[in-house]
């Protein structure tokens, strides 16, 4: 109920600040699935454009808006949410891919060199001796030759323990083979976001959707190059209605980086509608469409 009431204040208040008029230049207002896309110039846009459709359209109709801008604030993401019903998109999408690598582990720093002592250390004094030398004749290792007999006699007599066995011939193993070491796989990068995915729900729940090719505000009189996005939409959609639109002096209500608006009378024409034909290319289609939102300022 506080958001339908909210919406009629806010409707009263564009209406006045700018008359909202709306003009159906090649169609008629009606209740069926479209895809309007229209010029940008301002944030303004959003409420211009949904303020100048009639009742019936607006409640089928979902604004698309910036999250970065309309959803920064409790106050602004309660008014898109539950007063305009409208899609978030976000703008600053990162491109799959673009994230920085993880910075490599530091290697340990090896351990400091152990000082040596500049001083050599004292020998140790040896005393002299006072006895002669004399000469020592070497001494003959005896040989003796034991007989294995007599060798075990021996032993048994000295009570030793017996040498142990030689050891078993080893067999012949084949060698282990190589296992690659486990090593942690680095985490991959999570997939940036398609901006395009919440538009396509919208489409495919029935909604009709508003967007702005360009993708951003422009400052010149005509609208910007249109992005992909309108082909692949019109593309996977091909039953809904295009209908391009123009927004005029909109831009003057509230310019870019203002934030108090500025009474102006303004207008939104729409025209008729345009469909991507057989084979035809995405740049020779936004193009086209880009020249029909463009025709629609004079008339």
């Given amino acids: ?26 169609c008629p207002p009606k209740a069926e699935q479209r895809i309007y896309f229209a010029n940008h110039q301002s944030h303004a846009d959003l409420v211009m454009i949904w303020a100048a459709l009639p009742e019936e359209l607006r409640s089928i109709t979902r604004p698309i ?22 899609v978030y998109v976000e703008r600053a999408a990162t491109a799959p891919g673009s994230t920085a690598p993880p910075a490599a582990p530091a290697e340990p720093e090896a351990p400091p060199a152990p000082v040596r002592n500049s001083v050599a250390p004292r020998a140790e004094r040896i005393e002299p001796s006072m006895e002669p030398l004399l000469p020592m004749a070497p001494m003959a290792s005896p040989v003796v030759d034991v007989t294995p007999e007599a060798f075990d006699e021996l032993q048994g007599l000295l009570d030793l323990p017996a040498p142990p066995p030689p050891p078993p011939a080893a067999l012949p193993v084949d060698p282990p083979a190589v296992m690659a070491e486990a090593t942690p796989s680095e985490p991959a990068a999570a997939p940036a976001p398609d901006p395009l995915a919440p538009l396509v729900e919208a489409l495919r729940s029935g909604d009709s959707i508003i967007i702005f090719p360009e993708g951003t505000r422009g400052h010149a009189g005509e609208p910007q190059k249109f992005k992909s996005g309108l082909y692949t939409l019109a593309t996977m959609f091909p039953e809904v209605v295009l209908v391009p639109a123009w927004i005029d002096n909109v831009q003057r209500v509230m310019p870019k980086g203002e934030i108090v608006p500025v009474p102006i009378l303004c207008s939104v024409t729409f025209g008729a509608p345009i469909r991507v034909e057989e084979s035809e290319e995405r740049r020779p289609f936004l193009d086209r469409a880009r020249a029909a939102v463009i025709a629609l300022r004079d008339v």
């Fill in 1 to 26: 109920m506080l958001a339908k009431l909210t919406g009629w204040l806010l409707l009263g208040v564009i209406r006045l600040l700018t008359g909202a008029q709306a003009r159906w230049y090649g």
């Fill in 65 to 86: 808006a910036a999250r970065d801008y309309w959803a920064n604030t409790p106050f602004k993401r309660w008014i898109t949410t539950e007063v305009f019903n409208a």
